[in-house]
């Protein structure tokens, strides 16, 4: 079945440092690669996303690569600050249609000043 | 413009009794989904819909019904509640369309089964 593996389950650096976030899909028809930052008790909110035909997006201090032939894709956040410290979830869209989405198991990153 | 509202944000019930979850979104959307999300699991997509009178079964239907009443509303029914139900629901939204769509979550319902 389709899976979504991501690594590492906790994380924790210091303000300033990067922090690197990777997931690898198992279904190579997936064409949608989401983020999600899900601070303590909120929702789940976009952070950012990439689609197939692109290999790499960056936003201000966060960005997305995407190996389409390894099946991999990471998220790479620059200059933390401590308000990044939440969980972060991969997903990729399913075969069967692009509206669905198969999450990775989360990331718990923590910022320490 | 609300987003994507839930009700209720906390439930406790009683193994065997049933209760409708509600959801309702503001954005015109077409597809709407519930998921659960458990400690170390991630997100679990429960049922999805991509219009009004369409559902479709994700990863983890097993003990659960759906309906989307219109365009703008998508319950969750537990019929006859179990302790492996008791999980964190969200319920979200998206545009429908090929290529992928940011999905809009709403705040969540904290549901425990004693």
């Known amino acids: 079945g389709e899976n979504v593996e991501q690594h590492p389950s906790t994380l924790s650096v210091q303000e300033g440092d990067s922090a690197v976030i990777k997931c690898t899909y198992s279904?190579?028809?997936?064409?949608?690669f989401p983020w999600y930052k899900q601070e303590l008790g909120k929702r789940p909110q976009l952070i950012i996303d990439?689609?197939?035909?692109?290999g790499e997006k960056k936003d201000q201090r966060i960005a997305v690569t995407l190996n389409k032939t390894a099946k991999h894709f990471s998220l790479h956040i620059t200059e933390t600050q401590p308000e990044d410290s939440a969980v972060y979830f991969c997903?990729?869209?399913?075969?069967?249609?692009?509206?669905?989405?198969?999450f990775g198991t989360g990331t718990r990153l923590q910022v320490f000043p | 413009n609300a987003g994507v509202t839930q009700t209720p944000k906390f439930q406790v019930l009683k193994t065997g009794q049933s209760m409708t979850l509600q959801c309702a979104q503001d954005?015109?959307?077409?597809?709407m989904y519930w998921y659960r999300q458990d400690p170390g699991m991630g997100l679990r997509l429960i049922y999805y819909?991509?219009?009004?009178?369409?559902?479709d079964k994700g990863e983890v239907p097993n003990g659960y019904n759906v309906s989307r009443l219109n365009k703008r509303e998508f319950s969750l029914r537990l019929e006859s509640a179990a302790p492996s139900q008791t999980s964190v629901y969200f319920c979200?939204?998206?545009?429908?369309?090929?290529?992928?769509?940011?999905?809009?979550f709403g705040p969540g319902t904290r549901l425990t089964v004693t």
């Open positions: 819909s991509a219009s009004e009178g369409t559902t």
């Open positions: 990439i689609r197939s035909n692109v």
């Open positions: 979200a939204s998206s545009r429908t369309g090929t290529g992928g769509h940011e999905q809009y």
């Open positions: 279904d190579s028809a997936s064409n949608y």
């Open positions: 997903a990729a869209s399913s075969t069967y249609n692009t509206d669905k989405l198969i």
């Open positions: 954005m015109n959307h077409n597809s």
